[in-house]
């Protein structure tokens, strides 16, 4: 019992500093000097990115952070969650980078929201609703030109899908809990869709 708890706790280490690392942050730091913290958002995710060095590295680091969230997850099916409860070690996995990605120990915890990460870890925890939720939010934020939009609505449904597709409980549970989190780190892209203001896809 004690190896095992030691195993969650270790994952949950592991998949927090894994998150930390932030691309966005790196990439726009090497690329032009800047601290993207201190650029439009503040965000360190893609979006953000987009606007220093466009197109081109919004979709790599968008690539990069979904792989960042789906590596811990991986490993953690394949190491840990057979010696330490059916689903509990990956979810455990999913949440902690996820975090890191959003609460960075190397950026003062700061970061981005998480959104690709996300989907990286649903990616790696059922990659048919990894992928319906990708399709989910590219064909939202075509349409409606707000990538918070397209993120909010998809991670919404992503509980939902899991179910649907007969996924375990934890999963189903994580991406609720997932998807409140992510929700919550887009309070204030939600105000400015509110009053308006929110910036749109260009």
């Known amino acids: 019992m004690l190896i095992k708890i030691l195993e969650l706790i270790l994952t949950a280490i592991a998949a927090y500093m894994i998150g930390s690392i932030s691309t966005g942050y790196l990439i726009v730091k090497s690329k032009t000097g800047q601290d993207i913290r201190t650029i439009g958002s503040g965000s360190t995710g893609a979006t953000n990115v987009k606007r220093v060095l466009g197109k081109k590295w919004f979709f790599i680091v968008l690539l990069l952070d979904a792989f960042?969230?789906?590596?811990?997850?991986?490993?953690?099916?394949?190491?840990?969650?057979?010696?330490?409860?059916?689903?509990?070690?990956?979810?455990?996995?999913?949440?902690?980078?996820?975090?890191?990605?959003?609460?960075?120990?190397?950026?003062?915890?700061?970061?981005?929201?998480?959104?690709?990460?996300?989907?990286?870890?649903?990616?790696?925890?059922?990659?048919?609703?990894?992928?319906?939720?990708?399709?989910?939010?590219?064909?939202?934020?075509?349409?409606t030109k707000y990538v918070s939009v397209g993120s909010i609505i998809a991670l919404a449904l992503s509980p939902f899908i899991m179910y649907f597709l007969g996924s375990p409980v934890a999963y189903i549970c994580y991406c609720a809990i997932g998807a409140i989190y992510i929700i919550y780190l887009h309070r204030e892209n939600i105000k400015r869709l509110i009053d308006g203001c929110e910036n749109k896809v260009r």
């Open 68 to 143: 960042k969230g789906a590596l811990p997850v991986i490993l953690a099916k394949l190491f840990v969650s057979s010696g330490a409860g059916i689903g509990l070690a990956p979810v455990i996995a999913s949440i902690f980078v996820i975090v890191g990605h959003s609460k960075s120990i190397f950026l003062n915890f700061k970061g981005g929201k998480s959104v690709a990460s996300g989907v990286g870890t649903i990616l790696a925890l059922n990659w048919i609703a990894g992928l319906i939720i990708a399709v989910i939010w590219g064909t939202i934020t075509y349409a």
